[in-house]
């Protein structure tokens, strides 16, 4: 009797067993479903906007001349006899992403060796809190805030008549990619085995010689990571831009007042039409594509670091 019970017993068990494991295998298949969808769409909008941006650009390429467009060194959409040269326009992004880096990278990650390696408990939450306000404010506050502080500063200390120039938008920019540079890194900084750290210091090397020689080059991919982050936040910057770098389509010079490729798009579109508005989004595809090729770059030599 006893043994027909346990039986019973069993066979319920293993019922109900079979039967959690058929509703977590729905639900596994159900998740896998919605996860592969939600992928699909991701790249479904990649796909549209390129498209949309090549469909949109192409006909006025194909009008002013793909060398006109890209080496013209002369932008006037609203004269008589307008000229749509976006040149300055591709070297200013350029010069502009380039000093941002230069400065913003080497600040991030100092910032960052501090909070993994050299802050205290309390300290460290304090500046990462920091950090995290910076990302979320909104670039029309960098901007204003540029426009108070940098570009007055700018003026006299350069003795410039204008301090609305390509070094205010550096400076600016250099600021707005630490967030993203900070996080990453230290991120990468904290994920290096404890042991490489102990290793170097039983051999007799210094904390900041065991940071600097080997902390770091062990999480160099994270860095470059971190950088790339930081080339897109700053190259597809635009509100920010416009307010501290004078807007004007000059070929750049680091005191000149000077447009990006963002700025172009956004100070002309609300008014633009015919040929001038499918000009705006010719320069939309060219900041579109200059943006994929950096990405492909920057993630092959990633890529390469990291093997």
Do not use: H
Not at 78 to 107: D, H, K, N, Q, R
């Amino acid at each position: 009797m006893q043994s027909s019970v346990l039986t019973a017993a069993s066979a319920k068990s293993r019922a109900r067993l079979g039967g959690l494991k058929k509703t977590a295998d729905l639900l596994e298949k159900l998740m896998s479903g919605v996860f592969t969808i939600c992928g699909f769409i991701s790249a479904a909008f990649v796909l549209i906007i390129t498209v949309f941006l090549i469909i949109s650009g192409v006909p006025a390429i194909k009008e002013i001349g793909i060398f006109n467009f890209l080496f013209g060194t002369v932008w006037a959409s609203a004269a008589a006899e307008p000229s749509y040269g976006i040149l300055p326009f591709i070297l200013t992004s350029v010069y502009g992403t380039f000093g941002a880096i230069i400065i913003g990278v080497p600040v991030g990650l100092l910032c960052a060796v501090f909070l993994a390696e050299m802050s205290g408990g309390k300290l460290s939450a304090a500046v990462r809190s920091a950090v995290d306000l910076m990302s979320g404010i909104p670039s029309v506050v960098y901007g204003l805030v540029g426009m108070i502080i940098v570009v007055p500063t700018v003026r006299e200390a350069f003795g410039l008549p204008d301090g609305a120039n390509l070094f205010s938008a550096i400076t600016v920019l250099a600021v707005m990619i630490l967030p993203s540079v900070i996080s990453v890194s230290e991120t990468a900084i904290r994920a290096v085995p404890k042991e490489y750290r102990e290793a170097s210091l039983a051999l007799g090397a210094t904390k900041t010689e065991t940071i600097f020689k080997v902390t770091v080059p062990a999480a160099k991919s994270g860095i470059l990571a971190s950088a790339v982050l930081g080339i897109g936040r700053a190259i597809g910057e635009a509100m920010a831009v416009m307010m501290v770098s004078g807007n004007v389509a000059n070929m750049p010079k680091l005191f000149g007042s000077v447009r990006f490729l963002t700025t172009a798009i956004a100070s002309e579109m609300s008014y633009s039409s015919g040929l001038q508005r499918q000009a705006l989004f010719s320069v939309a595809l060219s900041l579109f594509a200059f943006i994929m090729i950096i990405n492909v770059i920057l993630n092959i030599a990633v890529k390469g670091k990291r093997d």
